[in-house]
């Protein structure tokens, strides 16, 4: 697929200006921790998402999005807020169901703003499945749900639902964008899709260590049983190759001491993975399909991103997403929304999750509160990154970790368009810092280099002023 850079000329009429603009539907998809290399517009070998892949051809993709924080809970809340953790104060997985009621989520904005806004699939903060303020529509499951037969809540209780959980999903967005309103709607779509299942205890809550696979749709199963995925070439066999990682290594030291897990993962899991990945992917055609019929499509926003990536082996990480490595901290990111953007649109520019509350913001004309920290995407969208930011925050904290050989690794890590400094807060004389234009994964660590000093001093400046612009303070 042909993707062309905002810099270049588009053959095509320009966007409309802001002004001439209709308050479009919005459909923002979360995909569970999809890797940003999961589709084939990203250059997955074998993995086939023509839905996902239409929205590049007939919008953008982001080459250099990122999490703010590569982890589910956090995450979320700062993709609906336009806000860091630190600001919002959703920093772990730990239940967070009271705090989330509380969250001033860019829905609450754009439903008092004259949008109908609906809620489906996986909250992720708490297990308590009930409404959170903003939606008109409230179809949830409680804590990670099961893929087979779950269980939901909708209609004011709970309740099993049979089929297959994406498949349920997709048929409650399309009931959602069937009904007759007169004003917009904006849909928040968020699939349990892909992530395993995992045992659940009798609170309601998960155990991490009983995790039931990765469970695609009967009709999917072995779709991909006799493929293989090309691990990349910082996927390592052994500890002893983590050379310049000593807080890395010596908490896998930990965490290998404890379990018996591979230091790859099998390509069964990533075919699985791939497989359960290709329901969402038909749902999003199911989507546009039916916007296409009721005549919607042109006046629909669709935005498709991820909570967290994933490791399939780097750096010795497998069944992890938390750490500051590429494989995690990249996202998949596309919109399309043809008034606003050329068909094939490429956009180079840093961009992370806290950008996509004002986005969806911006896109309604429904005013970017002042608590926002991230920043509108439509100017890059009409081509214009006059300005824009240089380097990215990245922040991670290990307090009530459930994962004990995880607890001193908290970190904040800046990622620029070719540098990644890497602060470990309980281990700064074991800091990273990688040259991405020269060593892309991340395998030589020059945090000790003389020759990079001053790139250093630099980064860690920039660190500093980021860090205290996300804690809601300025130098």
Known sequence: MLLFSVACQSAQPPPAPAEALERPNIIMIVVDDLRWDEMGVAGHPYLETPHI???AAEGAYFSKAFH?????????????????????????????AR?????????????RHGYETAFLGKWHMGNDPTPRPGFDLWVAIPGQGRSINPELYENGQIGVVEGYLTDILTERALSFIDQEREGPFMLYLAHKAIHPDIQQLDDGSADPSTSLGYIPAPRHRGRYADKEFPLRPNAVGSLDELT??????????RKYAESNEPLQADQKTIRDRAEMLLAADEGLGRLMSRLEESGKLANTAIILTSDNGFF???????????LPYEESIRTPLLIRY?????????????VASVDLAPTALDLAGTPIGEHIQGRSLLPLLRGNSQGWRDSILIEFYTYENPFPWLLDMDYRALRTGRYKYIHWMQHPDENELYDL????????????DPAMEAVKQELQKKLRSAVLHASGLEE
């Open 244 to 253: 310049g990682k000593p807080a890395l290594r010596r908490a896998l030291q």
């Open 99 to 111: 705090a989330s009621h509380r969250l001033e989520t860019f829905p609450r904005a754009i439903q």
């Open 437 to 448: 234009l020269e060593d892309p994964y991340e395998v030589r660590n020059l945090f000790a």
């Open 53 to 55: 892949d239409r929205l």
């Open 338 to 350: 043809p008034p606003l953007i050329a068909a094939g649109t490429r956009i180079d520019s840093l």
């Open 68 to 96: 703010t924080v590569p982890l589910c809970s956090p995450n979320r809340a700062t993709i609906l807020t336009g806000q860091y953790p630190s600001r919002h104060g959703i920093i772990d997985n730990v239940s967070r």
């Open 312 to 322: 399939y082996g780097e750096h010795a990480l497998t069944v992890e997403r938390r």
